[in-house]
């Protein structure tokens, strides 16, 4: 964003609607006509809507037009560019291809476009031509190595002008991991969870303290991982990615199928919470103080790298100690799991040695803002946004997203060229430095907190597009789900076969279950993506969108290329969407869902929907294992239940109102859109989750164990867990506080829906 056009918004917005909304557009006229490259953009409105204007439905016709315009076949050759080349956060291809989004939302017709950058701490393995590169070494007693694992990812076929064999793409490595050379004895610690450790300790009696330890990838989120090995002693932690996660048996690996190969390595970030790691809490613009690198939080202090199977089975064939459980054991052919510590008796004398020299050191994050100035409500926004860095060529992660957003850009675009505009401002964000925890979204958000918290509708976010195309895999809050709903029934499912919306079909294959109700499931959000910062900083209604496998037959723990080199253009061309067309329907469903929120006079926002969950959430606490234990402590749930009740009952009333409301008065119009838009602000706690001040959503936040995760009353459910691992006594009060702090939240989005006096 602009920070004059910021600036001006704020000076010129103002409650005073009643004497004509004109006045809320009086900035339009001072709102600079430039980009940041100096470049004349699109003139947005000059003259101020009249009444007339501002009571307009929006046009029908729009709906189609935008669904229907949606081209597959631009998506595809988005993705050919975004795909091309490796872009990583901080590099010049993420500068190349931030300046490329830029100038294609100029060309589109957006009103503004403009590149955001934020100094931060990013984290870097070794140069290629660097003579040291991150191994880790089986060595013999006499101190040779008998092993070393693969420095890259080796390009699968060669003579073929694939673009794999690439020195731009940075080595495998965990980004923000220590740096060292330490040696020692290896334990398996198979997903490196909380329990995992505690099977370890409690059930095996395996100390890991001063082993090297050794954990697949899945179930958690890598961070949590590394996290959990430092706590528990271990002075490094290996990642690997087991077949029994990545692969289905039989089946064809790249590049002759999806599945991942020996050789395919996951990257990937262990930072703990989001933003740049040196300003918690603020952006990182020039201005800001920056934490001292040695004092830096949420990183780890050991050494963490990862490695394909092909590696790990040279380490784990070798192993000593008991074999394990059935639950623990992988699927390397050939190979006997076992715990450790350490080789069996035939190579009892040799070690393991990491060699890891990443290095953290501050780059350039770089975002893109684009903007469509609403023509009602210009202070208003809603805004759409994905991520632009990947680990690799990223065709899946983040770049079939921005695919998507570059295509429904354009297709808005021409609407505005060809005379539309939306009621309210629809903006777009290309987040940088996503990979390496939220960083680009994050500084944002932190930077236009005071905007964003008092202007926007709602964040739609787009990563992951296709992973799949089994079925839709959409998270967000209650609020949007029957917008989200209605946007689906809008869209006829790519396969022609099946003459059905993509509702119906997500109805039939919900891999979740129905709601009572009888729509499709949709899920809560944790901390994935970009949506988290705008949820979790400010209280921002948001949702997330991908297109996925069938998780009840395809028994793997994640798409199997992710982060890998081999997540190229062609695996998503000629394996996931031939054509594209779940890419173009994602877009649609959207583009569709932006429109609507932007458009529509009445927001399309219920926030009965949002009270019925969390009566749901309530009860699924009080009557499951944490509600047993709180009530057989005496804790009694009562006033939840009122504060639920309350919320219920207010939001009903609320939604009659909203039903009801004479859609020519103005003034009432827009005092219910903010009470729907400001609803969600209501869940946020300033103070923020107990030792996580920037998560602040009392109902939905990113689980302390699996920041991948969301976990419902999270203050609630984390006093409770931290009670089973150490039950001190005094640590129910702490409970009851949490309780408290839920209870008061509630009441407090219950109280903002009610009469104002
Ligand atoms: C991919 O990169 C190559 C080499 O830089 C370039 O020649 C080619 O035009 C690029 N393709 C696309 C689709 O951008
Ligand atoms: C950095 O950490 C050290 C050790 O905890 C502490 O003594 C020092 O005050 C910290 N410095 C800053 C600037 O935070
Ligand atoms: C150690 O493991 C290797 C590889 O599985 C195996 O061939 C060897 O027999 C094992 N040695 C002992 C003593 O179990
Ligand atoms: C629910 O509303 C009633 C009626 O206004 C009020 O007396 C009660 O205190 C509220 N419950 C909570 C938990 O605040
Ligand atoms: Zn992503």
Redesign the pocket.
Known sequence: MNPKVVIGIAATVTLAVGIGVGILLGHFVTAPATAGSGKPTASAPTAPPSYLDAIKEADASISGKLINGIVAENIRSNLMYLSNKSHVAGSPVSKEQAEWVRDNWLAQGLDSAKIVTYQVLLSYPPDYEDPKQNTIQLLNAAGDAEHTTQEREPPLEPGNDNPVADNDILAPFNAYSADGEIEGDLVYVNYGRVEDFQELERVLSIDVTGKICIARYAKIYRGDKATNAEKAGCIGLILYSDPKDYAVEGAAVYPDGIYLPGTGTQRGSLMLGSGDPRTPGYPAVESAYRVPLSNVTGLPSIPVHPIGYNDAAVFLSIMGGDEVTAEWAGNLPGVTYRYGPGFNASNVDKKVKMNIYNENRMATAYNVIGTIKGSVEPDRYVIIGNHRDAWGYGAIDPSSGTACLMEMSRVIGQLVKDGWRPRRTIMFGSWGAEEYGLIGSNEWVEEYAKNLGARTVAYLNQDIAVKGTFVLEIAGTPNLYNAIYSAARKVADPDPKLSQTVYDTWKERDLVGNTVDGHPHIGTLGSGSDYAPFLQVVGISAADFTYTYDKKTILISGYPMYHSVYETFKLVDMYYDPGFPYHRAITQLVSELARNLADSVVLPMDVAVYAEHVQEYYVSLREGSVGKKMIAEGIMFD??Q??V??LTDAANKFKAKVESVDKTDVLMVRMLNDQMTLFERAFSDPQGLPDRPFVRHIVFAPSSRDNYASDKFPGIVDAMFDIENNPDPEKWNFVKKQLSIV?YT??SA?SVLMEVA
Do not use: K
């Open positions: 006033d939840m009122s504060a009740n309350n209870i509630i009441q219950a």
